[in-house]
């Protein structure tokens, strides 16, 4: 399978594709990435292949009018390893209140796993790939998601040098974290393709290296959860610049980035997604985070810190992000 794609491209190549005049282009280069629907590892998907743990009580799309995307973003050293998901994300097209939506999943939130001991929700992923990390959720949560993407570092970095590079407000705070995961990545490159490390806070264009070491900073403020909403400013500074790119360069840009796809989204559906988020005049990207606050606690179980939370709460107010309108002050 190709290298993996940032989860964003859920949102992104709806959008890409579904620009007129270019659609044949972009429809001839997807058709060229080999294997493009398949997955991560087909192995992963044997059995019954609608097998995705949906409850038989989980609201279906005709009812909400929403389309769910699971976004994985993996911690993986290496591409012969599945590594565990560093970033969960729910990318929602809610057609009924005509608004985009991006809900955070904490990696250490603590859940049962089909099959398997409970545990984080990350390591579903670990276990068994993109199906396991949709049946974990899906079962959880009380959802019908049929559709993911995955990215690791490797294909975000990338996929936001082929964008050339994103707009982020680096803070004092955040740069000595930064330039430490900075220099992992470079040491991991074995191309010897170094990015240097950032000197001043401030607006300012990272590449993808950066955005990389951006979204991945934990030790600083609130630990996973402020780690969560940097990863959902780069996804929407990433929305953004795509969304500002030339028309003209729109075809190559996407022959550029498909290589890296790794997901299950048809590409005549993402065709049929692609008209329905252009018809959505709320271009806001509105968020969540996954459990809410003061509905879970921090435990330590099995040497694990863990959050174990109060699923029921979360469930409903998860739902009532996904499936209702969302107010712009949320």
Request: glycine share 8%; no cysteine.
């Given at each position: 399978?190709?290298?993996?794609?940032v989860g964003v491209l859920a949102i992104l190549l709806v959008i890409l594709i579904g620009i007129?005049?270019?659609?044949?282009?972009?429809?001839?280069?997807?058709?060229?990435?080999?294997?493009?629907?398949?997955?991560?590892?087909?192995?992963?998907?044997?059995?019954?292949?609608?097998?995705f743990g949906i409850p038989d009580e989980a609201p279906t799309e005709k009812e909400t009018g929403?389309?769910?995307?699971?976004?994985?973003?993996?911690?993986?050293?290496?591409?012969?390893?599945?590594?565990?998901?560093?970033?969960?994300?729910?990318?929602?097209?809610?057609?009924?209140?005509?608004?985009?939506?991006?809900?955070?999943?904490?990696?250490?939130?603590?859940?049962?796993?089909?099959?398997?001991?409970?545990?984080?929700?990350?390591?579903?992923?670990?276990?068994?790939?993109?199906?396991?990390?949709?049946?974990?959720?899906?079962?959880?949560?009380?959802?019908?998601?049929?559709?993911?993407?995955?990215?690791?570092?490797?294909?975000?970095?990338?996929?936001?040098?082929?964008?050339?590079?994103?707009?982020?407000?680096?803070?004092?705070?955040?740069?000595?974290?930064?330039?430490?995961?900075?220099?992992?990545?470079?040491?991991?490159?074995?191309?010897?393709?170094?990015?240097?490390?950032?000197?001043?806070?401030?607006?300012?264009?990272?590449?993808?290296?950066?955005?990389?070491?951006?979204?991945?900073?934990?030790?600083?403020?609130?630990?996973?959860?402020?780690?969560?909403?940097?990863?959902?400013?780069?996804?929407?500074k990433m929305f953004k610049k795509m969304s500002s790119i030339n028309p003209l360069k729109l075809?190559?840009?996407?022959?550029?980035?498909?290589?890296?796809?790794?997901?299950?989204?048809?590409?005549?559906?993402?065709?049929?997604?692609?008209?329905?988020?252009?018809?959505?005049?709320?271009?806001?990207?509105?968020?969540?985070?996954?459990?809410?606050?003061?509905?879970?606690?921090?435990?330590?179980?099995?040497?694990?810190?863990?959050?174990?939370?109060?699923?029921?709460?979360?469930?409903?107010?998860?739902?009532?992000?996904?499936?209702?309108?969302?107010?712009?002050?949320?």
């Amino acid at each position: 399978m190709k290298k993996v794609l940032v989860g964003v491209l859920a949102i992104l190549l709806v959008i890409l594709i579904g620009i007129g005049g270019y659609i044949y282009k972009i429809i001839d280069a997807i058709s060229n990435a080999e294997e493009l629907a398949i997955g991560d590892d087909s192995s992963q998907w044997e059995g019954e292949p609608d097998d995705f743990g949906i409850p038989d009580e989980a609201p279906t799309e005709k009812e909400t009018g929403a389309v769910h995307v699971l976004l994985l973003g993996t911690d993986r050293r290496n591409r012969n390893e599945n590594g565990r998901s560093d970033a969960i994300m729910i990318a929602t097209l809610d057609r009924k209140n005509g608004q985009l939506k991006l809900a955070s999943i904490m990696r250490d939130l603590y859940v049962s796993i089909p099959g398997r001991k409970d545990n984080r929700i990350n390591a579903a992923y670990s276990f068994g790939g993109p199906r396991l990390a949709m049946q974990t959720i899906n079962q959880n949560f009380n959802l019908n998601i049929t559709r993911y993407v995955t990215v690791d570092f490797f294909g975000l970095e990338e996929i936001i040098n082929a964008m050339g590079g994103i707009d982020i407000d680096v803070k004092e705070k955040e740069i000595r974290a930064l330039n430490s995961v900075l220099r992992e990545l470079n040491n991991l490159d074995k191309n010897n393709r170094k990015s240097p490390e950032v000197t001043r806070a401030g607006v300012q264009t990272l590449d993808g290296k950066q955005a990389v070491a951006f979204s991945r900073i934990r030790k600083v403020g609130d630990g996973d959860s402020e780690r969560t909403e940097r990863q959902r400013r780069v996804i929407t500074k990433m929305f953004k610049k795509m969304s500002s790119i030339n028309p003209l360069k729109l075809p190559d840009l996407v022959a550029s980035i498909i290589p890296y796809a790794d997901t299950n989204i048809p590409v005549s559906e993402i065709i049929s997604l692609g008209t329905s988020v252009l018809g959505v005049k709320d271009k806001q990207i509105h968020q969540y985070r996954v459990p809410a606050p003061d509905t879970f606690t921090s435990q330590t179980i099995r040497g694990m810190a863990v959050y174990v939370p109060d699923l029921e709460k979360n469930r409903e107010l998860l739902h009532e992000f996904l499936h209702n309108r969302v107010s712009p002050s949320n």
